[in-house]
C-alpha cells in the first residue's frame, strides 16, 4: 500500500512542471490528502495569498525549509 508523504497542515513549497500556470506563490499548507489516482498521490493545498485551493500532485511538492 502507497503512503502519502505529506500531512494534513504540513506547509509545503509547491512547483508544479512547466504547462500548470506559474502560482502567485509558492508556500501552501496541506489541506486533505486525495486518494491515488492512477500511479499519482494527491494533495488539495491552499496558498494564504490565494482564494481557492489546488490538487497537486506529490512529486510537485517539496517539504518547506525553515526560514
Do not use: C, W
Not at 504540513?10 to 512547483?15: I, K, M
Not at 486525495?34 to 498521490?41: A, F, K, T, Y
Not at 494527491?42 to 497537486?56: D, N, Q
Amino acid at each position: 500500500m502507497t503512503h502519502h508523504k505529506f500531512k494534513v497542515g504540513e506547509l509545503v513549497d509547491y512547483h508544479p512542471n512547466r504547462l500548470v500556470m506559474t502560482p502567485s506563490s509558492r508556500e501552501y499548507k496541506v489541506v486533505r490528502l486525495l486518494p491515488l489516482e492512477g500511479s499519482d498521490l494527491l494533495y488539495r493545498i491552499k496558498s494564504p495569498a490565494e482564494t481557492f485551493e489546488r490538487v497537486a500532485k506529490e512529486q510537485d511538492l517539496r517539504r518547506r525549509q525553515p526560514k
